[in-house]
Every structure is written in C-alpha cells, then in structure tokens.
Nanobody, 127 residues
C-alpha cells in the first residue's frame, strides 16, 4: 500500500512563496499520475494541479495557473508544489494524491482518478 506524507505548509504573507513536498513510499512511483488537491473551510476538496507519470504533462486549475508549479522527482519518489504570489484565498489544507489504480495512464487531469491520499498540510496566507 502506498503512503504519502506532505510537508512544507505554514503561515506566509500575501505575495510570498511556499514549497510543498510529498514523499511517497513504494517502488512504482514513476508509473502513476500524481496530483495536489486543496480544501478550504466549508468548500469541497478540489484538484488544483496534476502531473503525468513521466513528468511531461501538467494540469492546473485556473485559480492557480501562472502562480503554482507542480513537479516530480521519480528518482526520489517525491512530488512538489511550488507556490508563488500567494493570496489569502489560497488558504486551505493541501493534500497530495496518487492514482495508484492505473499505471502509465493519460488521465492525470481527472479529479476522480485519484484514490490514495496524504494526511494534508495546512497553508495559511495572511493579508
């Protein structure tokens, strides 16, 4: 069973940056798609960024496009989310997710593809 552990959350002022990391256990990390979700209070959890198993293709929600960058290091079994120009509305719990039900899939942008989750890390952006 895959385990996902996020780190890097915290409190930052508007306009600042944070980098989230997600360490993933298991030897098949390079075969499945990965994503970052977030959930703000009283809102549903939503996919904000995703990356294909080979790192070639990415997806971003409109709310973060141009400010956030998703990347992965398959040699280190680690997923990243670089968050720049943060806004108060980015405040949420951020979750790392994996589509472990499929290998070498092209559906990295589909929210419903993801079936494994980390425990989440809080990001708070003050105005």
């Amino acid at each position: 069973q895959v385990q996902l552990v996020e780190s890097g959350g915290g409190l930052v002022q508007a306009g600042g940056s944070l980098r989230l990391s997600c360490a993933v256990s298991g030897r098949t990390f390079s075969t499945y798609n990965m994503g970052w979700f977030r959930q703000a209070p009283e809102k549903p959890r939503a996919l904000i960024a995703a990356i294909k198993w080979n790192g070639v293709s990415t997806y971003y929600a409109d709310s973060v496009k141009g400010r956030f960058t998703i990347s992965r290091d398959n040699a280190k079994n680690t997923l990243y989310l670089q968050m720049d120009t943060l806004k108060p509305e980015d405040t949420a719990v951020y979750y790392c997710a994996a589509d472990t039900g499929r290998t070498y899939s092209s559906g990295y942008y589909r929210e419903t593809s993801y079936n494994s989750w980390g425990q989440g890390t809080q990001v708070t952006v003050s105005s």
